[in-house]
């Protein structure tokens, strides 16, 4: 979640956990137990550990915090993509959430809040049987945080989002709904054990609930089926919002009358295992359903990667240049646009989260006048020019923002040829009359180090955010790498402490003679 899901998890997470921590202080102090302390003293050490055990994401995040666009707080009008009171249909019809983007009117990963239809009669039973008020504070919590996942549809959101530390950082107020569907399941599982417990006084009301939703779904598929002669029997999915309302209200009936069937006609555990294979049964029917709609074909997607980053698919590239569509026009969809890399662009139009100040700044001219960039990847410039605002670019000019920088190189002779290009390593050979920059397209960032001939130089920057050297006369060869090793050794210590973790866990319950299916 930390360095591979959005940050808004995180954020929530931080304020359902400091949630947890006043109310089991609160039950300290009221019972008058003697536990603070010692309470204090573990949520202590697991902070320190937690950090050490994510030491390498968390520095490199307060490392680039200063220097990409999207480490500031938005205003509430910028939030998009909100769960929408459309896409709420998705509690039963998780299909027409993901592929009807025109009725639901959010994205396909914003816009599911599907739990399963066996999970919402527990959920009732778990808050009605259960008076745990752990349970209660979860649940409002769950409210909460479906409440949030409306942005802007909702009023009030405004005072949490622009008040509350952190919440403005959330781009995407949808991700907030994950909690409450992370909730809701808790308190189903516990209405479960409830339901299992009770099972005689709660079977027949659970079974009319899923006989009058069986009901209400035939209807439902009764009245979206208007022309059966149009029917596509081979792609059924494929067709208009009416015939996948039918598709879905039909395996919605189907599912709510085997509930209602079992529930009536059988008894005991097998009553129970029936219930809980159907419950798996829809969850899997309708992941499979949903999936042409919401991945992509790993295999293919994989292979397709492996044939773009090839050395005959990656070569060295000869010169950079921007266009927003530049991955539409190579078929690389499944590239998403996050990875510009790939096609060698500087990709400002794309997604991608680590758009970087500098680059901001160098190609604002090109933002505001929607021009392609297009540049030698290395080049040697005829004259440096002193300028703090941004210029189109080209390769007889560049620009520094040392007032002292400026000046011209006539020389006629100035030859460069990148003869390796790969992630973290670029190499080139030189050859000019006189000393003189030369530039590469590629952001200067903190562990870059530059050496000619095989001795370390100093890295420079021109056009804002360009790496340059200053190459003596000659014939020369130029390397410029990334070097971290201060991220390998944080690494090496990250996998020790998760090692010595888990062992100390395994140890503890071999101490006290726990088996993990014991653990409370």
Not at 134 to 153: D, E, K, M, T
Not at 332 to 343: E, P, R, S
Not at 497 to 512: C, D, Q, R, Y
Request: hydrophobic share 50%; net charge neutral.
């Amino acid at each position: 979640m930390l360095t591979g899901g959005s940050p808004g998890f995180i954020f929530i997470l931080f304020y359902l956990l400091l949630i947890l921590f006043i109310f089991f202080v609160i039950r300290i102090i009221h019972n008058k137990q003697q536990d603070f302390k010692r309470l204090i003293s573990f949520l202590l050490g697991a902070v320190f550990l937690s950090f050490l055990l994510s030491a390498p994401a968390l520095i490199s995040f307060w490392e680039i915090q200063p220097h990409i666009t999207r480490g500031a707080t938005l205003s509430f009008e910028v939030t998009t993509q909100p769960v929408t009171i459309q896409s709420l249909i998705s509690f039963f019809f998780p299909y027409i959430a993901c592929s009807s983007p025109d009725f639901v009117n959010t994205d396909i990963s914003t816009g599911s809040v599907f739990i399963g239809m066996f999970s919402i009669p527990m959920i009732f039973i778990g808050l009605k049987e259960n008076k745990n008020q752990l349970l209660w504070i979860l649940f409002a919590f769950g409210l909460v945080s479906l409440l949030l996942a409306f942005g802007q549809a909702i009023p009030t959101n405004r005072i949490l989002f622009e008040y509350l530390p952190f919440l403005g950082l959330i781009r995407l107020p949808a991700l907030c709904r994950i909690y409450f569907i992370l909730s809701v399941l808790i308190i189903a599982s516990v209405g479960f054990k409830s339901f299992k417990e009770q099972l005689p006084t709660y079977r027949l009301p659970v079974a009319i609930v899923f006989a009058v939703l069986c009901i209400i779904f035939i209807i439902i598929a009764l009245v979206s089926a208007h022309d059966y002669s149009s029917f596509d029997i081979e792609h059924p999915l494929n067709g208009p919002f009416t015939e996948k309302l039918m598709i879905e209200a039909c395996i919605s009936a189907i599912i709510a009358g085997a509930l209602a069937f079992s529930l009536f006609f059988t008894n005991g555990k097998i009553l129970l295992g029936i219930l809980l294979a159907i419950f798996v049964t829809e969850g899997v029917s309708q992941a499979n359903i949903c999936g042409p709609k919401t991945i992509y074909d790993t295999k293919v997607d994989l292979n397709r990667l492996a044939e773009v980053t090839s050395i005959d698919g990656f070569p060295i590239p000869d010169s950079i240049k921007s266009d927003e569509k530049i991955i539409r026009l190579r078929n690389w969809d499944f590239l998403w646009t996050n990875v510009g890399m790939f096609a060698k662009e500087v990709e400002y139009y794309s997604y991608n989260p680590v758009k970087l100040y500098g680059n901001k700044r160098m190609l604002k001219k090109y933002l505001d006048a929607e021009k392609p960039l297009y540049l030698p990847l290395s080049f040697f410039p005829n004259t440096v020019i002193y300028d703090t605002t941004a210029h189109f670019l080209n390769a007889d000019t560049a620009y520094t923002t040392n007032p002292e920088g400026s000046k011209c190189f006539t020389d006629g002779i100035a030859k460069t040829e990148v003869i390796s290009f790969r992630p973290g390593f670029v190499a080139a050979r030189t050859e000019t009359s006189i000393e003189r920059p030369w530039v590469l397209c590629q952001n200067v960032y903190s562990g870059w180090e530059a050496r000619v001939d095989g001795k370390k130089v100093k890295l420079d920057t021109l056009n804002f955010t360009m790496q340059t050297v200053m190459v003596p006369a000659g014939k020369h060869t130029l390397e410029l790498r990334y070097h971290r090793p201060f991220y390998a050794w944080i690494f090496v210590l990250q996998c020790v402490l998760t090692l010595l973790s888990v062992g100390a866990i395994f140890w503890v319950l071999w101490k006290n003679h726990i088996s993990p299916e014991n653990i409370p």
